[in-house]
């Protein structure tokens, strides 16, 4: 299964550091082509920049500032990174969102950090990489402003229902569908089947939520053409056009 696009991994996370490039050359041969990786915090860069110059053709960065990390000054380090938009190459702004999981101490915080980068991307014509966990009202309350003013993205790991993934499709958006698609409770079935191939793009999240077989291990990209084949399963089509249409979408909002 050749060409496959892997557009959310965190490769350069410390998980990683006993066989990164082994990782990289094991998604290789599996047919994973491009791994995109979204930053998560100042710490975060250098690591992920090393990794982009070590595989350039295959490993691309996304610049931003993950919700859990949002605490107060974060304002010091968006400015940062802005800077680093203005000057590097980054192929999506992310990942950015509102996370209600472990804390909501800093709920407001992190609604304005999430505006802050969305305006990036607007100002920088950057897809926005949009994580979600317990806050999809939320981020469809933030983002229905911004509703055919070119705003454009994907949602990470879409943990939605089918009306929710229809409103982003509405909106413009694509849904990131990763290993949860594979679980046996899973809604994500459901909301694949009711969502055009179109509107989808694979993702891993590595080191995190290994598709089945692997759950309970450390997830790796090259274990993409698991989700592919399960999303061909669901839809009743074949795995080879699930890798050429998601890829296509992927080169399409990235720009790759």
């Known amino acids: 299964m050749a060409g496959l696009i892997d557009t959310h991994t965190h490769l350069y996370l410390e998980q990683f550091d006993g066989d ?10 599996k047919g994973v082509e491009k791994m995109l990786l979204p930053n998560v915090d100042q710490d975060t860069i250098l690591p992920m920049l090393q990794l982009c110059r ?4 295959h ?15 974060y304002e010091t380090i968006l400015e940062e990174m802005y800077v680093r938009l203005k000057n ?19 709920k407001g915080l992190q609604v304005n950090a999430f505006r802050t980068q969305i305006e990036w991307a607007l100002e ?29 993205g994907v949602m990470h790991c879409f943990p939605g229902d089918v009306q929710q993934g229809r409103w982003f499709v509405d909106f413009g958006f694509v849904l990131g569908i990763g290993g949860v698609v594979t679980y046996k409770k899973s809604l994500m079935a459901e909301v694949v089947k009711q969502t055009s191939l179109e509107h989808l793009i694979l993702e891993t999240d590595a080191p995190y939520l290994p598709p089945v077989p692997y759950r309970g291990k450390r997830n790796e990209p090259e274990f ?11 839809k009743g089509i074949n795995s080879l056009e699930v890798a050429k249409e998601t890829s296509g979408t992927s080169r399409l909002l990235f720009g790759l």
């Open 88 to 106: 590097e190459y980054y192929v999506a702004v992310g990942e950015t969102g509102i996370d209600l999981y472990w804390d909501k101490t800093h």
């Open 124 to 152: 920088f014509d950057l897809p926005v990489v949009i994580h979600s966990r317990n806050s999809v009202d939320e981020i469809m309350e933030v983002l229905e402003p911004y509703r055919n003013n070119g705003l454009k």
């Open 54 to 57: 070590d595989f350039p053709d």
């Open 59 to 73: 490993c691309l960065p996304m610049m931003g500032l993950h919700p859990t990390s949002v605490k107060p000054g």
């Open 224 to 234: 993409l053409p698991f989700i592919a084949e399960k999303i061909a399963e669901i």
């Open 20 to 29: 990164r490039s082994l990782a990289v050359e094991r998604a290789l041969a």
